[in-house]
């Protein structure tokens, strides 16, 4: 890899910004692009994106673009930052205008409702080989407010181009942030997006009350939902021990810098989600994915008790607590019932 590259980060929010920071870090010109005037002349003027990431001064490579044509041009590499609900519209409208293949990069982590695609099936959808040379997904346990104060940090770079994986890899890692390389895309769009649905639950049972048990409870149960579904999608289940399994659902579940562990634990105090939602002020990727992942179960018949319990609390106004007894109340089963056919499948391949 050539040692500067022109990059552009489409999405000026916490994780956008957290990434241009490393990218300028490691000597590449950015181009950060934000659908706000005002938020794209208050970076340029300070050099800082108050809104997200207070205090923190961007590198000097780093520019703010509110045009998106202008955004891409010249660059390597694309690397997608939106919410998952504006990644397919963002990616309409850089088709119309990019003029050569790109790199394309994402970091959004969520399955779309209804149609159940994964981020990067929505990009292979939506992007044309005039736009798109390859695609890879940088996912991992990364909350943006320590990756800009340059606290150790790990997360994967997952192709099915192993040239492509590594070109990314290069790209971001230096000696605060470190990239391992995978191939197997289903299992971390997966486990980067189911997280989240855990994050909910873990933050409603602190907000009920319950202790660490129930939270250890949450996260073990809640990576085995997240396998089961996995698995059957066809992700290998050995990348839910990885950074993308445990080590994101980890941090997702048990930090207050995670949104959806804030949501939850709202919820459990007894706000409804509407309060929730407004309170935050920022997209709570959980709620979405509950929803797609619940339809995603009941089609492909995985037993999902944890989503399913968090669908009902979410969209169909039952008590958290209530919820919370129910699944305690459940039929005697086998702990690694489900797991063992996996794991066991995976040793005979």
């Known amino acids: 890899m050539e040692t500067n590259q022109r990059v552009a980060v489409i999405g000026a929010g916490s994780w956008g910004t957290a ?3 490393v990218l300028g870090d490691n000597g590449h010109d950015v181009n950060l692009w934000t659908h706000n005037k005002d938020q794209m002349a208050l970076i340029n003027d300070t050099n800082r994106n108050e809104r ?11 520019k703010a673009y509110y045009e998106l044509e202008k955004a891409i041009e010249g660059v390597s590499t694309i690397v997608f930052a939106v919410p998952s609900k504006a990644i397919r519209e963002v990616a309409q409208n850089i088709e119309k205008v990019c003029k050569e293949p790109k790199v394309i990069v994402h970091v959004s982590k969520g399955i779309e409702p209804d149609s159940h695609l994964r981020i990067s099936e929505i990009l292979q959808q939506t992007l044309s080989e005039k736009t798109m040379k390859s695609m890879v997904v940088l996912s991992g346990p ?13 997360v994967t770079a997952a192709s099915d181009q192993l040239n492509a994986s ?18 197997d895309v289903i299992g971390v769009e997966i ?5 989240n649905i855990i994050a909910l639950a873990a933050g409603i049972s602190d907000g009920l009350g319950y202790g660490d048990n129930a939270k250890a409870a949450l996260i073990t149960r809640g990576l085995a939902e997240i396998a089961r579904l996995g698995t059957t999608l066809g992700a290998n289940p050995l990348t839910f021990s990885g950074l993308t399994g445990v080590g994101d659902l980890i941090v997702t579940c048990t930090s207050v810098h995670s949104r959806n562990w804030r949501a939850g634990n709202m919820l459990g105090k007894g706000k409804n989600l509407d309060e929730v939602l407004e309170t ?9 994915t509950t929803k797609a992942a619940y339809q995603l179960a009941r089609k492909h018949k995985v037993s999902m008790p944890i989503v399913q319990a968090l669908h ?3 969209f169909d106004d039952v008590d958290p607590k209530e919820a919370v007894d129910q699944l305690m109340s459940r039929m005697k089963t086998h702990e690694m019932e489900g797991l063992v056919d996996i794991l066991g499948e995976q040793i005979r391949n």
């Open 166 to 183: 590594q070109f990314v890899q290069d790209l971001f890692m230096n000696q605060h942030f470190r990239v391992y390389t995978n191939s």
């Open 312 to 314: 009902c609390i979410l």
């Open 280 to 288: 935050m002020g920022m997209v709570v990727e959980g709620v979405r």
């Open 142 to 154: 990364s909350h943006a407010e320590e990756v800009v104060k340059r606290h150790p940090t790990t």
């Open 52 to 62: 997200y990431l207070p205090d923190t001064d961007l590198p000097a490579s780093v």
């Open 191 to 195: 486990g980067g997006a189911l997280k």
């Open 19 to 21: 990434l241009a920071l």
